[in-house]
T-cell receptor
Framework: DAGVIQSPRHEVTEMGQEVTLRCKPI?????LFWYRQTMMRGLELLIY????????DSGMPEDRFSAKMPNASFSTLKIQPSEPRDSAVYFC???????????FGSGTRLTVV | GESVGLHLPTLSVQEGDNSIINCAYS??????FIWYKQESGKGPQFIID?????DKRQGQRVTVLLNKTVKHLSLQIAATQPGDSAVYFC????????FGPGTSLSVIP
């Protein structure tokens, strides 16, 4: 298995633009998580899905953030409009269960200028 | 990937020595604990885990100790190697996994 695959690896965009981050989880994993990592706040859970259904989005910072999982092999995290404070590394992880065993992707480094 | 923050605790260890990384967790109801390693430019990687009904678990060169009385977790790395240089996160779980702030380990050759 190729692991959790995220794209793009790096994204630089101008303030106000829409940004879409993509994730392909490990086949057979029922849970998918989106995390954001910054120097100031560390690793924050934004949202997670179970069997493609969003279960907990309490970590999503604002309405500008949205996430979808149209099928078991693909998820997107969208920011519209983007702001400089959204600059961070965004990680996707997948797991067979909620409580642990997470496998992380390599992350997308987002820079909003 | 920038996982090291300006305010991260830092531990410097001589190559070959043992390392001990400590972590305080917050939720007394947490029943599962995990240590992750994050190297530069990569996502966190599972190292070892322990359930709340245990107080010690050993892996290859790593040992995790759990003290539920004081809500403390530690990771011991034996014979630390340059490849161990990374940021180490403890994580606790009751349902979701919540990560701690991380400790940066630097191994001096």
């Amino acid at each position: 298995d190729a692991g959790v695959i995220q794209s793009p690896r790096h994204e630089v965009t101008e303030m106000g633009q829409e940004v879409t981050l993509r994730c392909k989880p490990i086949s057979g994993h029922d849970y998918l998580f989106w995390y954001r990592q910054t120097m100031m706040r560390g690793l924050e859970l934004l949202i997670y899905f179970n069997n493609n259904v969003p279960i907990d989005d309490s970590g999503m910072p604002e309405d500008r953030f949205s996430a979808k999982m149209p099928n078991a092999s693909f998820s997107t995290l969208k920011i519209q409009p983007s702001e400089p404070r959204d600059s961070a590394v965004y990680f996707c992880a997948s797991s067979l269960r909620l409580g642990g065993g997470y496998t992380f992707g390599s992350g997308t480094r987002l820079t909003v200028v | 990937g920038e996982s090291v923050g300006l305010h991260l605790p830092t531990l410097s260890v001589q190559e070959g020595d043992n390392s001990i990384i400590n972590c305080a967790y917050s939720n007394s109801a947490s029943d599962y604990f995990i240590w992750y390693k994050q190297e530069s430019g990569k996502g966190p990687q599972f190292i070892i885990d322990i359930r709340s009904n245990m107080d010690k678990r050993q892996g290859q060169r790593v040992t995790v100790l759990l003290n539920k009385t004081v809500k403390h977790l530690s990771l011991q790395i034996a014979a630390t190697q340059p490849g161990d240089s990374a940021v180490y996160f403890c994580a606790e779980s009751r349902d979701k996994v919540i990560f701690g702030p991380g400790t940066s380990l630097s191994v001096i050759p």
